[in-house]
Protein backbone atom coordinates (compact mmCIF):
# COMPACT_ATOMS: atom_id res chain seq x y z
CA UNK A 1 0.00 0.00 0.00
CA UNK A 2 1.16 3.58 -0.53
CA UNK A 3 1.51 6.18 1.90
CA UNK A 4 0.12 9.54 2.13
CA UNK A 5 3.14 11.03 1.69
CA UNK A 6 4.65 8.52 -1.30
CA UNK A 7 1.03 9.59 -3.39
CA UNK A 8 2.33 12.74 -2.51
CA UNK A 9 5.40 13.19 -3.66
CA UNK A 10 4.07 10.81 -6.68
CA UNK A 11 1.80 13.22 -7.70
CA UNK A 12 3.90 16.03 -7.76
CA UNK A 13 6.94 14.26 -9.19
CA UNK A 14 4.79 13.79 -12.71
CA UNK A 15 3.23 16.82 -12.83
CA UNK A 16 6.54 18.55 -12.46
CA UNK A 17 7.60 15.89 -15.38
CA UNK A 18 4.94 17.29 -17.76
CA UNK A 19 5.02 21.10 -16.13
CA UNK A 20 8.72 21.66 -15.12
CA UNK A 21 7.49 24.97 -14.57
CA UNK A 22 4.44 24.81 -12.88
CA UNK A 23 3.59 24.88 -9.44
CA UNK A 24 1.51 22.19 -7.20
CA UNK A 25 0.13 22.83 -3.78
CA UNK A 26 -0.89 20.10 -1.51
CA UNK A 27 -3.08 21.02 1.65
CA UNK A 28 -4.41 19.12 4.53
CA UNK A 29 -7.97 19.79 6.30
CA UNK A 30 -9.80 17.57 8.58
CA UNK A 31 -13.50 18.08 8.17
CA UNK A 32 -15.87 16.45 10.31
CA UNK A 33 -15.33 13.68 12.42
CA UNK A 34 -12.12 12.02 11.99
CA UNK A 35 -12.52 12.70 7.84
CA UNK A 36 -9.07 13.40 6.16
CA UNK A 37 -9.31 16.06 3.15
CA UNK A 38 -6.42 16.62 0.86
CA UNK A 39 -6.59 19.70 -1.79
CA UNK A 40 -4.39 19.45 -4.62
CA UNK A 41 -4.16 22.44 -6.86
CA UNK A 42 -2.05 22.85 -9.68
CA UNK A 43 -0.87 26.30 -11.59
CA UNK A 44 0.35 26.57 -14.76
CA UNK A 45 2.14 29.74 -14.01
CA UNK A 46 3.68 29.79 -10.28
CA UNK A 47 4.66 33.27 -9.48
CA UNK A 48 2.14 36.44 -9.49
CA UNK A 49 4.72 38.48 -11.37
CA UNK A 50 3.33 36.81 -14.43
CA UNK A 51 -0.33 36.47 -13.70
CA UNK A 52 -3.24 38.29 -15.43
CA UNK A 53 -3.29 41.41 -13.00
CA UNK A 54 -0.63 40.02 -10.54
CA UNK A 55 -3.64 37.52 -8.95
CA UNK A 56 -2.47 33.73 -8.81
CA UNK A 57 -5.99 32.75 -8.61
CA UNK A 58 -6.01 34.27 -12.73
CA UNK A 59 -3.88 31.55 -13.82
CA UNK A 60 -5.37 30.03 -17.13
CA UNK A 61 -5.13 26.07 -15.82
CA UNK A 62 -8.18 25.63 -13.44
CA UNK A 63 -7.11 22.60 -11.95
CA UNK A 64 -7.94 21.67 -8.46
CA UNK A 65 -9.06 18.62 -7.02
CA UNK A 66 -10.09 17.16 -3.31
CA UNK A 67 -9.24 13.22 -2.04
CA UNK A 68 -11.50 12.02 0.80
CA UNK A 69 -10.26 9.85 3.02
CA UNK A 70 -12.37 8.38 6.21
CA UNK A 71 -9.95 7.96 9.18
CA UNK A 72 -6.45 9.23 10.02
CA UNK A 73 -3.67 6.12 9.26
CA UNK A 74 -0.83 6.61 7.17
CA UNK A 75 -2.56 4.73 4.39
CA UNK A 76 -5.20 5.54 1.76
CA UNK A 77 -8.50 4.21 2.65
CA UNK A 78 -9.73 1.56 0.42
CA UNK A 79 -12.64 3.76 -0.67
CA UNK A 80 -11.04 7.17 -0.61
CA UNK A 81 -12.87 9.22 -2.91
CA UNK A 82 -10.94 11.39 -5.64
CA UNK A 83 -12.52 14.21 -7.36
CA UNK A 84 -11.52 17.16 -9.55
CA UNK A 85 -13.47 20.47 -8.27
CA UNK A 86 -12.27 22.56 -11.42
CA UNK A 87 -10.69 20.69 -15.07
CA UNK A 88 -10.75 23.35 -16.92
CA UNK A 89 -8.30 26.26 -19.36
CA UNK A 90 -8.86 29.98 -20.03
CA UNK A 91 -8.65 30.53 -23.17
CA UNK A 92 -9.60 33.61 -25.80
CA UNK A 93 -13.42 34.07 -25.90
CA UNK A 94 -14.73 33.57 -29.14
CA UNK A 95 -17.88 35.40 -27.76
CA UNK A 96 -17.69 39.40 -27.87
CA UNK A 97 -19.34 40.03 -24.79
CA UNK A 98 -16.80 37.60 -22.53
CA UNK A 99 -13.46 38.39 -21.36
CA UNK A 100 -12.29 34.41 -22.26
CA UNK A 101 -13.91 31.04 -22.56
CA UNK A 102 -12.93 27.96 -21.12
CA UNK A 103 -11.74 24.53 -22.75
CA UNK A 104 -13.15 21.39 -20.00
CA UNK A 105 -10.77 18.45 -20.26
CA UNK A 106 -13.02 16.08 -18.47
CA UNK A 107 -12.26 14.26 -15.33
CA UNK A 108 -14.27 11.08 -12.84
CA UNK A 109 -14.64 11.52 -9.49
CA UNK A 110 -12.71 7.62 -8.58
CA UNK A 111 -13.57 5.79 -5.02
CA UNK A 112 -11.02 3.30 -4.52
CA UNK A 113 -7.17 2.62 -2.92
CA UNK A 114 -3.99 5.49 -2.97
CA UNK A 115 -2.63 3.40 -6.01
CA UNK A 116 -5.77 3.64 -8.12
CA UNK A 117 -6.60 7.48 -7.29
CA UNK A 118 -2.58 8.04 -7.88
CA UNK A 119 -3.56 6.36 -11.06
CA UNK A 120 -6.45 8.31 -11.90
CA UNK A 121 -4.64 11.79 -10.76
CA UNK A 122 -1.63 11.18 -12.85
CA UNK A 123 -4.34 10.57 -15.72
CA UNK A 124 -5.85 13.81 -15.69
CA UNK A 125 -2.29 15.36 -15.20
CA UNK A 126 -1.78 13.89 -18.53
CA UNK A 127 -4.59 15.03 -20.11
CA UNK A 128 -4.58 18.46 -18.67
CA UNK A 129 -1.08 18.66 -20.38
CA UNK A 130 -2.25 17.75 -23.46
CA UNK A 131 -5.22 20.08 -23.39
CA UNK A 132 -2.64 23.05 -22.60
CA UNK A 133 -0.43 21.56 -25.36
CA UNK A 134 -3.22 21.67 -27.74
CA UNK A 135 -4.69 24.94 -27.04
CA UNK A 136 -1.84 26.91 -26.58
CA UNK A 137 -1.81 29.44 -29.07
CA UNK A 138 -5.28 30.60 -27.61
CA UNK A 139 -4.60 30.48 -23.89
CA UNK A 140 -6.21 33.56 -22.09
CA UNK A 141 -2.47 34.98 -20.52
CA UNK A 142 -2.23 38.22 -19.28
CA UNK A 143 -3.61 41.14 -22.36
CA UNK A 144 -1.12 43.75 -21.32
CA UNK A 145 1.99 41.10 -22.27
CA UNK A 146 2.59 39.17 -25.28
CA UNK A 147 2.15 35.97 -25.73
CA UNK A 148 5.63 35.08 -26.21
CA UNK A 149 6.35 36.15 -22.58
CA UNK A 150 4.62 32.54 -21.40
CA UNK A 151 6.70 30.09 -23.58
CA UNK A 152 8.58 28.77 -20.35
CA UNK A 153 5.27 27.54 -19.19
CA UNK A 154 4.76 25.48 -21.76
CA UNK A 155 3.98 21.53 -20.59
CA UNK A 156 6.47 18.97 -21.60
CA UNK A 157 5.11 16.97 -24.74
CA UNK A 158 5.01 13.17 -23.62
CA UNK A 159 6.83 12.34 -26.64
CA UNK A 160 9.40 15.37 -25.94
CA UNK A 161 12.59 14.18 -24.05
CA UNK A 162 12.84 16.35 -20.76
Known sequence: MITK?????KVQAHFY??????????RRAVLGHANDHF?????LIPNTEDQSFGLL???????HFSISDAGEAETFNPKSVSEAMQDSLCVKSTDPYY????VKFK???KTGTGEQIL???CKAIDKAADHTIENWDNIYFDPRRPHSAF???KPVSLTEKV
Open 119 to 121: KQV
Open 107 to 109: TRK
Open 17 to 26: KRFPNGKATI
Open 39 to 43: FIKFF
Open 99 to 102: AMGS
Open 5 to 9: PEFFD
Open 57 to 63: DNDPLRF
Open 151 to 153: EKY
